[in-house]
Nanobody, 118 residues
Framework: VQLVESGGGLVQGGGSLRLSCAAS????????MSWYRQAPGKERELVAQ????????GYSNSVRGRFTISRDNAKNTVYLQMNSLKPEDTAVYYC????????????WGQGTQVTVSS
C-alpha cells in the first residue's frame, strides 16, 4: 500500500494550492479518503473526507467554503483544492485511506508541507 502526496509549497495569504494523493496497493474506490493536517505543536486534525464513490463529502468548520475535496477513481487519486488560504492553514497535510466501519484498514501518506505567508 502506498499513498504519495504532492502539491504542497509556499503561498501568500489569499492564494491557492491543489494537493494530490496518488494511491496504490488497495481497492481505491472502496475506501473513504481524507485529508488531515498537523501544525507545529498541535494535534492532527481532520480537514475533509470523501466517500468511495465521491458522492458525499465533509469538511471541518475551519475550511468549509474554502477547500474542496474530490477524487478520480480511474486514476486512484484524491485531491484537495485549497482557496483563500490563510496563515493558520500552515501545516503538514496528510492523505488517509480508511476502509470503513468494521475494518482496521487505515493507511497514511508521508505528508506534504503547506506554508501560507501573511
Amino acid at each position: 500500500v502506498q499513498l504519495v502526496e504532492s502539491g504542497g509549497g509556499l503561498v501568500q495569504g489569499g492564494g491557492s494550492l491543489r494537493l494530490s494523493c496518488a494511491a496504490s496497493g488497495f481497492t481505491f474506490s472502496s475506501y473513504f479518503m481524507s485529508w488531515y493536517r498537523q501544525a507545529p505543536g498541535k494535534e492532527r486534525e481532520l480537514v475533509a473526507q470523501i466517500t468511495g464513490t465521491g458522492g458525499s463529502t465533509g469538511y471541518s468548520n475551519s475550511v468549509r467554503g474554502r477547500f474542496t475535496i474530490s477524487r478520480d477513481n480511474a486514476k486512484n487519486t484524491v485531491y484537495l483544492q485549497m482557496n483563500s488560504l490563510k496563515p493558520e492553514d500552515t501545516a503538514v497535510y496528510y492523505c488517509n485511506a480508511w476502509g470503513g466501519t468494521g475494518t482496521s484498514n487505515s493507511y497514511w501518506g508521508q505528508g506534504t508541507q503547506v506554508t501560507v505567508s501573511s
